[in-house]
């Protein structure tokens, strides 16, 4: 698969039409704010330049047309962006990410006896496990088969491997389920809240700027989640670490200490563990500007 009129990194419009950045927005039914985020994020090519007049044509219309239809998939904004740097040089999809051209991780995908052998470990096999899974929306019955998204299914390969009991797993995903809820509704309240109003106030055909304002929203909402996520893990693998023993010292010195982020980051770098500053003293910080910083550097 590639890119119509890719050469170098660049494409050419075919129809020859341009646009402004306003005209575009329209046309792809986003605001201004999200084209200039995805050129941010290296998802859509810079535009062509005469002057300070920025010109688009077609060929960023199709580049936002696949965005939108990858992010519908599960695909985040970092690997569209990968994606799309591979395609420009004509890798095809199933080459960048390693599965078909039409798979994403959102997909809903048809499970088999031989997945669910491997997921469930031989013996425990239960019709209350499947029907439980079914319950808590990990499971769909379409046609008489059972389905799930695809990256449901790779993170239950993935638990099984390491051994972790499955009705452990329907626990803790339960759980989990039940916060990411809240968590989207504390979102969703922020939307209604701050930017619905202004929406119902206008003119215009509010449900193209609603759900470009829902995806942008989705987006920075995953990328908090993800990294808040990635930092509550690793105290408790520090805190795990504490309990048993595992820390470093005098005479031991575990192997993930030398890694690029230790599991213990914390309890390697002291600087990591102090506390924040007073007030004062982060004023002192602002009022100093970058130039301060840069001149030591």
């Not at 300070?52 to 199709?62: F, G, K, M, N, S």
């Not at 309990?243 to 914390?266: C, K, S, T, Y």
Request: glycine share 8%; aromatic share 6%.
């Amino acid at each position: 698969m590639r890119v119509a009129g890719a050469q170098h990194g660049r494409v050419s419009s075919p129809s020859g039409e341009q646009f402004t950045v306003d005209e575009l927005a329209a046309r792809a039914g986003l605001p201004s704010s999200t084209i200039r985020m995805y050129q941010t994020k290296g998802v859509l090519h810079p535009p062509r330049r005469q002057g300070r007049v920025a010109h688009y044509d077609d060929t960023h219309l199709e580049r936002l047309t696949l965005v939108q239809r990858l992010q519908s998939r599960g695909f985040s904004l970092p690997a569209i962006a990968e994606l799309v740097a591979a395609r420009e040089k004509g890798a095809s999809v199933a080459a960048v990410l390693g599965v078909g051209d039409a798979e994403g991780p959102d997909d809903w995908v048809r499970i088999r006896v031989r997945d669910i052998s491997r997921l469930v470990p031989l013996g425990d096999v239960r019709p209350r496990l499947l029907r439980r899974a079914a319950q808590l929306g990990l499971v769909r019955w379409r046609h008489g088969w059972p389905h799930c998204r695809r990256w449901a299914l790779e993170a239950g390969n993935r638990l099984t491997g390491i051994g972790l009991p499955s009705d452990d797993v329907l626990d803790k995903f339960e759980l989990l389920r039940a916060e990411t809820g809240r968590i989207a509704a504390e979102f969703v309240e922020i939307f209604e809240r701050k930017l619905w109003p202004q929406l119902a106030a206008g003119d215009d055909d509010q449900l193209d700027r609603v759900r470009a304002l829902l995806v942008e929203l989705t987006y920075t909402a995953e990328t908090v989640v993800i990294g808040t996520l990635r930092e509550s893990v690793r105290e408790a693998a520090e805190a795990f670490a504490g309990r048993h023993g595992l820390l470093p010292g005098a005479d031991f010195r575990p192997a993930w200490v030398d890694e690029a982020v230790p599991i213990a980051e914390r309890l390697v770098d002291p600087e990591l563990a102090a506390e924040a500053p007073d007030e004062p003293a982060i004023r002192r910080f602002l009022d100093r500007g970058d130039e301060h910083d840069e001149a030591r550097a």
